[in-house]
């Protein structure tokens, strides 16, 4: 079984963060080596994660109640509570099968109360902002790029034109460190508020920093290959929901009380595990896992925009659960199911239709550096195959262009 997820750590490193778990150290120290390896000379704070950069942001802005977020269509739901327990409203903003905002959209969803808009980068590409940016100096609004699945080195990128820039490093993500996050702020006065926040919130203590480092090595132990398909056949034997238990695994924060968990400043085996991370990560990983990404759509008659990283690889395609269940009788870990959410509102007119229409048609495909090349090649005839009898009978420009399947 190639399951769908390994964590993108190696048992060195997490060695390593077991030691700076057991040694003291001297937090001041541990910061400006961390920011150092950054290697960036904007203003930024690492904090405990994107979620808590997000709620640091909003406790400076000090928002008059009811004020609105605009989101990209497809964000993680943690994001949208945050914003709804600062007494603020989510409003959605359509978006294509890449995560591409819809600028009529965007215009449609603003209104006097319209303070913020958040766009989520998705997959590893990178959404185009030139539109975004104009309509949002035209109607006063804050950019907040959410660049968690675009990570590709440290320092960076995000757009220069950005109010805020926000990059994860926790579990499931690139370089991850289990935890951890960068959120540049292009504004000093904003910037000096945040950190003044930051300061007041107590910090991570060893003993939570340890727990998930044991955590999420038995996690990356019951993934490999045969180990993997093991465990899904004894949680299916249970009566289990082997998708839930997976989401559940690398959940980073629980749903009761979570402003208090987020209000956390990174502890010092933190600031070091995500040091090391920076300096050391073999850079090549992503490199292989682009090639492996222009190899699967070149099997599949797909294509991608260059300056993709194939953070994942989901197809959009008519029926998912069918083609998830042969890649998994085949022995490939696909779901349809994912941490993400469509954001909607009780107003039917103001719903993302077409964000919501791809998310019915996603299946995730298992994605790591790890995987050979004969498995992407199966994975791609099992896809193809299903596709050719599902599918309608051709795929247009937009939908080679956007990555849909719909044809053999």
């Not at 913020?116 to 104009?134: E, Q, T």
Request: hydrophobic share 45%.
């Amino acid at each position: 079984m190639w399951i769908r997820l390994r964590l993108d750590i190696g048992w060195l490193d997490l060695a390593y963060a077991i030691l700076y778990g057991l040694l003291p150290g001297k937090r001041e120290f541990a910061v400006q080596r961390a920011r150092q390896s950054w290697n960036s000379q904007d203003d930024f704070l690492i904090t405990l994660s994107v979620r808590s950069a997000f709620d640091l942001l909003l406790r400076a802005l000090q928002l008059p109640h009811g004020s609105e977020v605009l989101f990209s269509a497809l964000t993680v739901p943690d994001m949208v509570r945050i914003a709804e327990m600062h007494g603020l409203v989510a409003v959605p903003v359509d978006t294509d099968q890449v995560g591409n905002v819809d600028s009529d959209s965007l215009r449609r969803a603003i209104s006097p109360r319209s303070k913020i808009v958040v766009v989520a980068h998705l997959y590893g590409g990178r959404a185009p902002l030139d539109d975004v940016f104009n309509i949002a100096t035209e109607n006063h609004l804050l950019v907040v790029e959410d660049c968690a699945q675009s990570y590709c080195c440290a320092g960076g990128p995000a757009d220069p034109q950005s109010d805020i820039a926000m990059f994860s490093f926790g579990p499931i993500k690139t370089t991850t460190a289990l935890g951890g996050a960068v959120v540049r702020v292009k504004s000093p006065a904003l910037h000096e508020r945040m950190a003044a926040l930051f300061a007041t919130d107590p910090i991570q203590s060893r003993t939570s920093f340890m727990r998930r480092v044991f955590r999420f090595a038995a996690l990356k132990m019951i993934s490999g290959k045969w180990f993997a398909a093991w465990t899904q056949f004894v949680v299916k034997q249970l009566g289990g929901d082997f998708d839930r238990l997976i989401n559940s695994a690398v959940r980073g924060f629980s749903s009761a009380n979570l402003l208090a968990q987020l209000r956390r400043q990174p502890s010092i085996p933190l600031l070091r595990l995500l040091e090391r991370r920076w300096r050391f990560y073999d850079s090549r990983r992503i490199a292989d896992r682009i090639q492996m990404g222009k190899y699967l759509d070149s099997c599949l008659g797909l294509q991608h925009v260059e300056s993709h990283s194939y953070w994942i690889y989901p197809i959009f395609v008519p029926d998912p659960v069918t083609i998830r269940d042969r890649l998994r009788a085949a022995g490939f870990d696909a779901t349809c199911q994912s941490r993400m959410t469509v954001v909607t509102v009780a107003d039917d007119s103001r719903n993302p239709t077409s964000a919501i229409d791809c998310w019915k048609h996603i299946l995730f495909l298992p994605w790591y550096p790890d995987l050979p090349q004969n498995a992407i090649h199966e994975m791609a005839i099992q896809i193809r195959s299903q596709a050719v009898e599902t599918g309608p009978p051709g795929k247009t420009q937009r939908d080679i262009e956007s990555g849909s399947l719909n044809d053999g």
